[in-house]
């Protein structure tokens, strides 16, 4: 059975190749979570898209200290990856995603539509409107300036329970830990 992480790096290997997996082989070893994103990267091959790896991901989330009770915000979603990883690993409550390319939205909403507790939107969070009972938010962005994280931290404490927000800005390969109480 192909685990997630061959998986991230077969996807990765086919944007930078611009090679296609045999999905039909790939597929028939893929459950539920993993096919779900093999059919994501499949949808988004002509957009450049950089998920990032599960452990990377998963990191983040032990980086946050999440309790059963916790509502997440992931800022810059892409396919969900974060959030579905949240609700389904680490059993958090609800999980908010907003991903400002219309690219990546079209072909991923339909396929997380049906995740209970996982809302799933197009939008930036300069104008997206956050709910007030977000207690943790993610910003795992390869290529934002940290000026933004600075925006993004005044509208979680102003509008939210937000106690922290973990993020990449300035440094993508490691994380970084704000708290926000």
């Not at 991230?8 to 997996?21: G, H, I, M, R």
């Not at 938010?137 to 939210?160: G, N």
Request: net charge negative; with cysteine.
């Amino acid at each position: 059975m192909l685990s997630l992480s061959e998986l991230y790096l077969n996807t990765a290997e086919w944007f930078l190749d611009e090679k296609e997996p045999d999905s039909e082989e790939l597929a028939l070893q893929l459950n539920g979570q993993e096919a779900f994103l093999l059919r994501t990267a499949q949808a988004l091959d002509e957009f450049w898209f950089t998920p990032s790896p599960p452990a990377y991901v998963r990191k983040a989330l032990e980086l946050a200290e999440l309790q059963p009770s916790d509502v997440i915000l992931d800022v810059g979603a892409g396919d969900g990856r974060l959030a579905l990883m949240a609700l389904q690993a680490f059993g958090v409550r609800k999980a908010y995603a907003i991903e400002a390319n219309p690219i990546v939205v079209h072909h991923s909403r339909p396929l997380l539509q049906s995740i209970p507790g996982l809302i799933y939107a197009e939008g930036v969070f300069q104008t997206a409107k956050f709910a007030s009972e977000v207690t943790a938010a993610f910003f795992l962005a390869w290529h934002c300036p940290e000026k933004t994280v600075y925006k993004l931290k005044d509208r979680l404490r102003a509008e939210t329970q937000c106690r922290i927000l973990i993020h990449n800005s300035g440094t993508p390969f490691s994380l970084t830990r704000v708290s926000l109480k």
